[in-house]
């Protein structure tokens, strides 16, 4: 079993065990966004600002991991065409389901984001990326096909965490205790602590890889943000361990 595998398996398992952002949104959620009240998050508590979007009805929108029934519902609510890639079954039944109950059309693909993605240049007008490329190895081969699949003027609205989640010991957060990169695939003690704490197979990545990864592939980035865990001892000390950024392809 590859590490891709594993996370889709173990994201599976949070979702049946309640997780926050594995939970699909209410009827009552999706008509308030059709009336014009909506909010969308990239990271675990900040609201994305409504001026980083652009008019959304008539747009096609890419949910990049982004499944689960949260997000996608919304943009589909206020007029997008949606599409969701997601590598979780789960995350996808739920998009699945909650447009089946508000009676819309997503393209819902269980896909894996480390590889091409299965669409044509210059497809969608916006990209919503939240939190998950901490579960891949590499990130600049995304910014890349992000860049390859939108159209010109096209946006990417992404969020990550910049890597200080990752130094410190997972359990209370209070000592700091791994040298970075964290890569469990060439540490087993990592690849073990992982596997232990039911985490999923995680990997830093530095503000090089994140911000001047997009920059390398084209984008320029207008504008970000930073978040916190949401909870925690490094929440607790008011420490921003997320990014989230507005990327134009001009």
């Known amino acids: 079993m590859n590490y891709q595998e594993i996370n889709a398996k173990t994201i599976d398992g949070w979702i049946e ?17 059709k ?47 949606c599409t969701v890639l997601d590598y979780s079954p789960k ?3 739920s998009e699945r389901m909650v447009a089946a109950r508000e009676g819309y059309a997503i393209e819902a693909i269980r896909g894996d984001m480390t590889k091409p993605l299965p669409f044509a240049d210059e497809t969608f007008d916006m990209i919503f990326h939240p939190v998950s490329n901490c579960y891949i190895e590499e990130v600049e081969p995304v ?6 699949v939108l ?17 410190v010991d997972f359990e209370d957060e209070s000592k700091i205790v791994n040298p970075l990169p964290f890569n469990p695939l060439k540490d087993p ?36 943000y930073e978040d916190t865990n949401g909870y925690g001892y490094l929440h607790d000390l008011h420490i921003p361990t997320f990014l989230a950024t507005r990327a134009v392809k001009p």
């Not at 910014?143 to 390859?148: K, Q």
């Not at 159209?151 to 130094?167: C, P, S």
């Not at 596997?195 to 084209?218: C, I, K, N, P």
């Open 17 to 33: 065990g309640g997780w926050e952002w594995g939970k699909p949104i209410s009827h009552e959620v999706f008509e308030k966004a």
């Open 35 to 81: 009336n014009g009240e909506w909010e969308q998050f990239l990271t675990p508590t900040k609201m994305v600002p409504k001026d980083w979007f652009p008019e959304i009805k008539g747009k096609k929108i890419l949910g990049l991991a982004a499944g689960g029934g949260q997000q996608m519902p919304v943009f589909a609510a206020l007029g997008a065409d």
């Open 91 to 93: 995350q996808i039944e």
């Open 143 to 148: 910014w890349r096909e992000c860049f390859r």
């Open 151 to 167: 159209k010109k003027g096209g946006l990417l609205i992404a969020g990550f965490d910049h890597y200080i989640n990752y130094i």
């Open 189 to 224: 003690a990592l690849m073990k602590k992982c596997m232990e704490t039911d985490s999923g197979v995680q990997f830093s990545h530095s503000l090089e890889e994140q911000l001047g990864g997009q920059l390398r592939a084209g984008f320029v980035i207008t504008d970000l």
